[in-house]
């Protein structure tokens, strides 16, 4: 259970539309409509709701539970929080406390951040949006007492709690007018995201990691906001490889010429947002790619990692964790994980960290991390900053840690995760004799969490659209002749 007592505040809403509930709820002393008010009820994915019940008695425990199915497996994710009513029979979410359930305190957006999967479901499932074309519908219920979530989910069903009111919290990650354009481009693969109106609007490739696929709600949040998002599958995806074990550079050229060419996309440079494993990619458009002028990395490697990586006469040959800081007891699945496992390549001369160093004198690198990382990627961006400050050029690179903070770091308002699975690559599979472990991607620390995904989230925006879109040659022509 989270224990917090700060209220969360500073995303601004998007819309004003409010849902209520109402229910007839009755007893021996007291008859009323219970109601229970999400305001906005419809909104994008970065922007925070009020909750509020009304119409009950006063000084009464109640539980709201909320519950979203994410996925093909349509995997359920729940959490629960106890309130207490107030003298007038009512509980605002956004003021007063939990004394219980998944977290306590006061923390307006926990029904949305502490989500976790349902008994049943593996513990080890993530609640990751990939397809950005349906929202996600929460359901948020109301129940008399303080109810531990297993209540809900016993055999019997005449035996679970009884509703007293609910109401479904649609949450979008495309705004009205934005286009979702799926890519088939020569051998690229992915989904362009174009913002409402006809632009100029400055353009990024979004690209994750280790997950695979194709993940689309980042891209098209981002083009909620005004940016063109082009979400590119990296593997396992279609007709690409299954795995990142040998890098063609020139795929991710030809997705920036792809982009660039679009109508209303500013057509002489471009970001690149990128997450854990795709980082090291990402680094290096921006050291060897002129178009790619902003690149954002996200709990990233500094260093090519197991992968063949080419790109016209460039060569490496990416390596692999220590394999000794990899500790799995006997018959058990959580891997803990040494303070050593990213071994000497923290020094900043390591020949295999990407040389950022070699971008033209216009490009620029944000690289987030948090320090709560279980596999200390966060020690990385302090490597790139050192780096980049021994040749002269740290005003080319921002880094920011955040407190409390995991490995993931996700759009607002999203869930903060546990463990996940994660599968090896082949190579360090054979090494450690597991084809995967149970990793901690998150921190524990929900709240933390939710502030940093807000925090981060306006970094993304205003570090893109500035070196994209305000420095860029070509936008300010335009601008110019607007004025003519």
């Not at 286009?179 to 400055?202: E, M, Y």
């Not at 054979?430 to 991607?441: D, F, N, P, Q, T």
């Not at 524990?444 to 807000?454: N, P």
Request: include cysteine.
């Amino acid at each position: 259970m989270l224990k917090i007592g700060r209220v969360l505040g500073g995303a601004r809403r998007a819309s004003t539309r409010t849902s209520y509930a109402i229910h007839k709820f009755y007893n021996s002393t007291h008859t009323s409509e219970v109601s229970l008010e999400i305001s906005p009820r419809i909104c994008l994915f970065d922007v925070p709701s009020r909750i509020t019940i009304k119409g009950l008695e006063p000084g009464i425990p109640v539980t709201l539970k909320s519950s979203l199915i994410v996925g093909p497996n349509e995997n359920e994710f729940v959490s629960h929080a106890h309130y207490v009513t107030d003298d007038k029979g009512e509980v605002n979410v956004n003021q007063d406390a939990s004394v219980g359930g998944s977290y306590e305190g006061v923390f307006p957006t926990g029904l949305l951040t502490t989500l976790e999967p349902a008994p049943g479901v593996s513990k080890y499932a993530r609640c990751l949006k990939k397809n950005a074309s349906t929202p996600d519908i929460v359901h948020v219920s109301l129940y008399k007492g303080h109810l531990p979530i297993e209540a809900h989910f016993v055999e019997d069903a005449s035996s679970r709690p009884e509703e007293v009111v609910s109401c479904d919290w649609e949450r979008h990650s495309m705004a009205p007018g934005v286009r979702r354009i799926p890519v088939r481009d020569g051998r690229i693969r992915g989904t362009l995201f174009l913002p409402a109106g006809s632009g100029p609007f400055p353009g990024v490739i979004d690209t994750f990691g280790a997950v695979g696929g194709l993940v689309e709600a980042r891209a098209a949040l981002l083009a909620s906001r005004g940016i063109a998002a082009f979400a590119l599958a990296l593997f396992a995806f279609e007709d690409l490889p299954q795995n990142l074990l040998r890098v063609e550079m020139e795929y991710f050229e030809e997705a920036v010429d792809y982009l660039l060419s679009q109508p209303g996309v500013i057509p002489d440079r471009c970001g690149f947002v990128s997450v854990s494993l795709s980082a090291f990619i990402a680094l290096a458009c921006g050291a060897w790619m002129d178009r790619v002028k902003a690149v954002v990395t996200i709990g990233g490697f500094h260093f090519f990692h197991e992968s063949h990586v080419t790109y016209k006469d460039k060569e490496y040959f990416g390596m692999s964790f220590d394999r000794s800081q990899v500790f799995v007891k006997e018959g058990e699945e959580k891997a803990l994980i040494g303070e050593d496992l990213l071994g000497n390549t923290l020094d900043p001369e390591h020949p295999l960290i990407v040389p950022i160093e070699e971008a033209s004198d216009d490009t620029y690198f944000l690289a987030l991390a948090g320090d709560k990382d279980a596999m200390y990627l966060y020690k990385g961006v302090d490597t790139l900053q050192r780096r980049m400050s021994d040749r002269g050029k740290s005003d080319k690179i921002r880094t920011i840690v955040y407190s409390d903070v995991g490995h993931l770091l996700e759009v607002p308002y999203t869930p903060d995760v546990g463990y996940l699975w994660q599968i090896f690559t082949p190579k360090f599979a054979k090494s450690i004799g597991r084809k995967g472990v149970a990793v901690l991607y998150g921190s524990a620390q929900s709240y933390q969490y939710s502030l940093a995904q807000v925090q981060h989230w306006h970094e993304i925006r205003n570090f893109i659209s500035h070196h994209i879109r305000d420095e860029s040659p070509w936008y300010q022509n335009y601008i110019d002749e607007q004025h003519v």
